[in-house]
């Protein structure tokens, strides 16, 4: 097997029978022999509460869903391992931050997350609410996620509101009242207590929508009573300038090792650098520098960092990646194979791989993953009437456009499984997989792709708003397996998979050319074992591979 080029597994440790151990019996089976060199399992294998896994209360193993014999039946398939590590933040659930819900400010780890006021102080007007608005020159350069400033009020055991820098999800939940609560912790009377009570569930626990009615002479009481008692959900950021969330990047990455893994794919770490007056997105030089440092903990322990960044071709965050040495996850791929399917030419394919290498850019790609087909992504590579094309292609066939903050006009990503955003064909399907194992790079293959799966729309319905990621990822029964693994489609996808893991021309120091004529793309890979060609037929939707591999 290829080690370093060799395709790369990805799923949740639940995507197929409902845990690791049954997609370690998964791969176990002769359809599966040589087919991955490694598995990037996403991050529910882990200890977490929200957003499928990336909200870390800790790195130790979610015991629901996954055990250390499960990640050592892995190792004795000779399947390495890749698993993300979240710079940016963790859960509101983490040790760290209850302990300040607790302690407030006597607790150890009060700076260990980013004090909205304290970050602020000097650059903007304190609000009635509590928290710091910064100036506007200090929010021209700001990118935010959500609507709003990226704040958590906290309250602190002594009853003060304060704000931590929150840039992603957040949820603030208010328990039902209990009426012998009420009258042991506020004396109020019993037929009061049980009034406020039902008022309280009536007011769907909004504490602004309480009516107290004739009882509203005890408003102060129970107002703050409630909110002493809210409960919350989030991702919460983390301060880089503390010396303990230091001690935590060295303990986290100490403990992926310990699994076994090779690759630590760092999630949302363009996040985690902020000054006041800089972007708290890529910020230059505070996003690199964070990098360069967490890279350097990592080597000490045998792993290679593996950044993910969505941004635009045209600001060539790609390029500078490669130029420090770092491995670059290939967003534009999945985007430049729709586009070439549309428009019966690689012309922006080629353009692209002739890119990678004559500038021997180590990438990582794919087709489908755990999120969206990404749009951002190809700005300045592909025309912009392109991307619309892309994008009205994809939605025609059932897929759905995430925007930022749902702004129309600020395309972000689009939601569908690659087997549906190519039209469910299966000959476009065993094309496209045919080129992603003959693009430059290591091949990451999403476990639904593989299975053919098709638009789960009855998974979104099920997720509620903001549940457009689920049409992808639909958690497989074994049944389902072994139906899938009797189509063409699917062991044809397998043979591809063997062929890229065990033909020895599929080697980093290979030569590797693009030729491009009419609607035919041909991708040559050369080496002293010998050549393989792949030629593509665009327009047709077909493929023929040529190998010559001397005894």
Not at 17 to 40: C, Q, T
Request: proline letters at 4%.
């Amino acid at each position: 097997m290829n080690r370093k080029t060799g395709p790369l597994f990805n799923a949740y440790c639940d995507s197929m029978a409902g845990s690791l151990s049954s997609i370690v019996e998964v791969l176990k089976k002769p359809e599966f022999k040589d087919a991955f060199e490694s598995f990037y399992i996403l991050p529910s294998v882990f200890n977490s509460d929200l957003d499928r896994g990336f909200s870390l209360i800790s790195y130790d193993l979610n015991e629901e869903l996954a055990a250390a014999e499960d990640i050592e039946e892995l190792k004795k398939l000779q399947i390495r391992l890749m698993m993300d590590f979240v710079l940016n933040h963790i859960s509101v659930l983490s040790p760290q931050f209850q302990d300040i819900l607790k302690n407030g400010d006597d607790s150890v780890y009060r700076d260990f997350f980013i004090d909205w006021n304290k970050f602020w102080d000097g650059c903007g007007e304190m609000t009635a609410e509590g928290y710091i608005q910064p100036d506007a020159k200090y929010l021209d350069k700001m990118f935010f996620r959500k609507p709003g400033l990226p704040i958590l009020m906290v309250r602190f055991p002594d009853g003060r509101e304060v704000p931590y820098w929150n840039t992603f999800y957040q949820e603030v939940n208010y328990p039902a009242l209990n009426a012998y609560e009420l009258v042991r912790d506020l004396h109020l009377q019993y037929c009061v207590a049980s009034d406020i009570a039902k008022r309280f569930e009536e007011a769907g626990r909004d504490p602004e929508k309480l009516d107290l009615g004739r009882w509203e002479t005890y408003r102060n009481d129970v107002m703050d009573y409630i909110r002493a008692r809210r409960t919350y959900l989030g991702q919460m950021d983390l301060n880089i300038k503390s010396d303990l969330v230091w001690d935590y990047y060295r303990s986290t990455l100490a403990k992926l090792a310990s699994y076994g893994t090779s690759i630590v794919r760092l999630d949302a770490f363009a996040y985690a650098p902020k000054e006041p007056g800089e972007r708290n997105f890529l910020n230059d030089p505070g996003t690199w520098d964070l990098l360069e440092k967490v890279n350097a903990i990592a080597q000490e322990y045998g792993l290679t960092v593996l950044p993910e960044i969505h941004a635009s071709y045209e600001e060539k965050i790609y390029e500078t990646l490669a130029d420090k040495g770092y491995m670059v996850y290939d967003f534009f791929l999945p985007g430049l194979l729709i586009d070439a399917f549309v428009r019966k030419s690689g012309i922006y394919l080629k353009q692209w791989i002739d890119e990678i290498i004559e500038k021997k850019i180590q990438t990582v790609n794919m087709l489908g993953c755990h999120d969206g087909i990404p749009l951002l992504d190809l700005k300045g590579l592909l025309p912009e009437e392109s991307i619309q094309e892309l994008i009205h292609t994809t939605v025609e066939r059932g897929g759905y456009v995430k925007d930022l903050h749902g702004a129309k006009n600020v395309y972000y990503q689009v939601n569908a499984t690659y087997y549906s955003a190519l039209g469910e064909s299966d000959a476009r399907m065993l094309a496209a997989r045919a080129l992603q194992m003959f693009m430059p790079g290591k091949p990451q293959v999403w476990y639904l792709d593989l299975f053919a799966g098709k638009n789960d729309y009855e998974g979104m319905r099920r997720a509620g708003a903001g549940g457009h990621k689920e049409i992808n990822r639909t958690n497989l029964t074994r049944e389902q397996i072994e139906e899938a693994l009797q189509k063409d489609v699917v062991q044809k996808q397998l043979e591809l998979l063997r062929f890229r893991s065990t033909c020895p021309v599929f080697t980093e120091d290979a030569d590797i050319s693009c030729q491009l004529q009419d609607s035919c793309i041909t991708i040559t890979w050369k080496n002293d074992a010998g050549t393989a060609k792949l030629t593509v037929d665009l327009a047709k939707d077909c493929y023929t591979i040529d190998t010559c591999i001397p005894a």
